[in-house]
């Protein structure tokens, strides 16, 4: 159980182009869910929380109109790369707490979406 | 916020047992330890979590010391699909919610 699917796992797209990635939980429902981005050799680093049914909050650094994040259910939130460039070509990496556990209870990860700009 | 310290890279023979050692001196009363591993080109899997007591499934122990500024995640027999990185990560109340900060973790490999 409480499986993460993102959608695509890699994309690859002009410069200049939007990109949006899916996040699903499959088996349960998901009040937050978080987005991550992951550079080769390094660590996930955290960039926004999303809510359902509110607006996301993004960390220290991270433009909201570069990465548009959409929780329009408690099975789905969006990330949209606006206007993507080749520095914006990373790993990206969603996961969700389950609704009815605890906010210290372990998040579920999804596969994560290769992103390619040229 | 809490940070941690682990080691940049371990490595452990097949069948052996392996402790990653995860320094966390930071860390508050309330906050929970978890453990993730991480393959090439995936997301990370959850290991295992706690708060004060040592606690096992069925794919790890974890010991936590009584000071709980660190802990130590223990793998009883590693095989090859245990290389991986692993994730020391405090569960860190802030702006409202839970949030996962990672460190750099540490790169396990497991020789044959």
């Known amino acids: 159980g409480a499986v993460v699917s993102q959608h695509p796992s890699w994309v690859i797209c002009k410069s200049g182009t939007s990109v949006k990635i899916e996040c699903r939980s499959l088996d349960f429902q998901a009040t937050t869910m978080f987005w991550y981005r992951q550079f080769p050799k390094q660590s996930l680093m955290l960039m926004a929380t999303s809510n359902e049914g509110s607006k996301a909050t993004y960390e220290q650094g991270v433009e909201k109109d570069k990465f548009l994040i959409n929780h329009a259910s408690l099975t789905l939130s969006t990330l949209t790369v606006t206007s993507a460039h080749p520095e914006d070509s990373s790993f990206y990496i969603c996961?969700?707490?389950?609704?009815?556990?605890?906010?210290?209870?372990?998040?579920?990860f999804g596969d994560g979406t290769r992103l390619s700009i040229l | 916020d809490a940070k941690t310290t682990q080691p940049n890279s371990m490595e452990s023979n097949e069948e052996e047992p392996v402790h990653l050692p995860c320094n966390h001196s930071t860390i508050s009363g309330t906050d929970y330890i978890h453990w993730y591993r991480q393959l090439p080109s995936q997301g990370p899997e959850y290991v295992i979590h706690?708060?004060?007591s040592n606690v096992n499934n069925r794919m790890a122990s974890l010991a936590i010391a009584e000071d709980r500024k660190s802990s130590t995640l223990i793998l009883h027999r590693a095989t090859l699909r245990d290389a991986a990185v692993y994730y020391c990560i405090p569960v860190l109340f802030t702006s409202g919610t839970y949030k996962y900060i990672f460190g750099t973790g540490t790169r396990l490999k497991v020789l044959a």
């Open positions: 996961s969700a707490r389950h609704l009815n556990r605890a906010g210290n209870q372990p998040q579920h």
């Open positions: 706690g708060l004060t």
